[in-house]
């Protein structure tokens, strides 16, 4: 254990783990936004995988990376059009409609890999950046100050859609759509145009959290994301429908999830108790959902369709 507590591997580590925790954070905003709308998506995992692979086969296309991971976030936003046609034009359940959805990008993700690409090979991914005058400070600046734009960007969006949120016409509508969508729409809000709003930003959100997954290891495989993306859902709990709270909530399953794989690395944890130990971030996360979540309330009407009166 002695040789985890040192310095180089705890810099090392905490700065995996941040960029692990991007690819949630990106889709558990996206996701918090979309339910204070009143919308439950449960294909964000089957989005990331879509969006993962389009990044994928663009850059192995293509070797350049903007368009891999602007082809991702793409992918997002097409399939954004999708849930929010079911999920808010037809009104269908949104459990089983967001199950679909996941199904569907796991199959067709799975699908395309197999005819397009069919050998898993590396890409190249997006260096760290250092921020000049910060990445130099001692410790820390290797940890939060030398990691690539997407890291980076997750982050900035935290302020900025609490923000939006809070501050906004946009935000306080959202939210009324969330809480109330009668009285909203008695004063002339859209709760559609809100709802396929809300739903279109977080799964193009989802999309380009595939593709910051897809960053982190730079080789896709059948099922990417082990089904993790429902992990940016239990994150939104976790956050209390805040997204200051689903940040902190991400950096806690990324930086457990890095400390489980080094203490593997270094031959702390014994290789019989690798596959339990493999489980520690999914576990800690839902025991901390259990502990937090009872404290805070839902918005409203999460989940349901809304059926206009008359």
């Known amino acids: 254990m002695n040789q985890f507590f040192t310095v ?11 960029a692990l925790a991007t690819p949630f954070l990106l889709a558990a905003l996206g996701e918090t936004i979309g339910q204070r709308s009143g919308v439950i998506n449960l294909g964000v995992d089957g989005i990331m995988l879509l969006g993962a692979f389009s990044t994928y086969y663009v850059e192995l296309q293509t070797g350049n990376l903007l368009l891999a991971i602007l082809a991702g976030t793409a992918t997002g936003t097409l399939m954004g059009v999708i849930t929010a046609f079911v999920s808010v034009t037809l009104k269908a359940e949104q459990g089983i409609s967001g199950i679909g959805v996941y199904l569907f990008g796991l199959g067709f993700s799975s699908l395309l890999f197999q005819k397009l690409v069919g050998t898993p090979l590396p890409i190249s991914t997006l260096p760290p950046v250092g921020i000049p005058g910060l990445d130099s400070i001692p410790l820390i600046g290797g940890m939060f100050f030398n990691q690539s734009l997407l890291v980076y960007l997750a982050f900035l969006l935290v302020p900025v859609a609490t923000f939006v949120l809070n501050r906004t016409t946009y935000g306080l509508k959202i939210k009324a759509v969330g809480e109330n969508p009668a009285a909203a729409d008695s004063l002339g809000v859209s709760v559609a145009l809100i709802r396929w709003s809300t739903v279109l930003i977080g799964c193009t959100f989802a999309g380009l959290a595939g593709a910051a997954l897809l960053m982190y290891g730079g080789i896709f495989q059948i099922n990417l994301t082990q089904s993790e993306g429902f992990i940016a859902v239990a994150l939104v709990y976790f956050g209390a429908w805040r997204p200051v709270g689903v940040m902190f909530g991400s950096l806690l ?11 593997k690395s270094l031959g702390i944890i014994p290789l019989s108790a690798s596959d339990l130990a493999a489980t520690a971030p999914a576990v800690i996360t839902v025991l901390a959902l259990l502990f937090l979540a009872r404290r805070f309330r839902q918005p409203a009407v999460l989940g349901r369709p809304y059926e206009r009166e008359g």
């Open 253 to 263: 399953y990324g930086l457990v999830g890095v400390v489980i794989l080094t203490w």
């Open 8 to 18: 180089d591997v705890l810099t090392t580590t905490i700065a995996s783990g941040i």
